[in-house]
């Protein structure tokens, strides 16, 4: 398979945790994003089993769990995060940069407004931070003239509204015969 389209089959993966596993979405919001956007370098699975200790008095769900399971659910989660090429290393694990290509991006694009359309703000979005880029960055990202094939975008102020112009297959179609055309 194509190194793009791997790489899009990993995004895709990690995309449908954040969608359909809360634990997975606050982990990854609570503990990686934070490591990640603070500039630290290294995670560790004590620090995702000390936000699941400290989580466990406040939800039904984890109260239930040992210490060893909380830290068997910590390991996992770095293990995934691994597989999915977002992290490297043993017992501690090196963050790795992430910067998504254009087709990943729009792909990313397409999967949340279709798992979340209670906005078309981009901007607003619970799934934006989860694009690993900053405000500025995203907006000049998403004003890249390879996107106006896909996405209808506007700019008032505060708000980036995108519209989609293709249907999800549609789309995957596209993406397809532009990745193989570029080789």
């Known amino acids: 398979m194509l190194p793009e389209l ?14 359909g596993n809360n634990l997975f979405r606050l982990l990854t919001k609570e503990v990686y994003l934070k490591v990640y956007f603070s500039g630290r370098t ?3 699975g ?14 039904p769900q984890l109260n239930n769990f040992s210490d060893s399971t909380l830290r068997m659910i910590g390991s996992k ?13 043993t017992v501690k694990k090196r963050l790795l940069t992430i910067r998504l290509s ?3 991006l729009l792909f990313f694009l397409y999967v949340i407004f279709s798992v979340d ?6 901007l607003k979005s619970p799934y934006r931070e989860f694009l690993f880029l900053e405000r500025e960055e995203l907006i000049r990202a998403l004003k890249n003239i390879s996107f106006m094939p896909f996405l209808a975008i506007a700019s008032t102020g505060e708000a980036l509204t995108v519209q989609l112009k293709l249907s999800p297959q549609e789309l995957v179609d596209a993406i397809s015969h532009r990745t193989t055309a570029e080789i």
């Open 117 to 122: 359309d209670s906005t078309t703000d981009i």
């Open 42 to 44: 290294t995670i560790a």
């Open 46 to 59: 004590d620090e995702v089993f000390a936000w699941l200790k400290d989580r466990q008095g406040h939800s």
């Open 102 to 104: 254009d087709n990943e």
């Open 77 to 89: 989660y770095l293990t995934i995060l691994k597989k999915l090429g977002m992290v490297d290393g």
């Open 6 to 19: 791997e790489a899009l089959k990993r995004w895709a993966i990690f995309l449908q945790l954040l969608a």
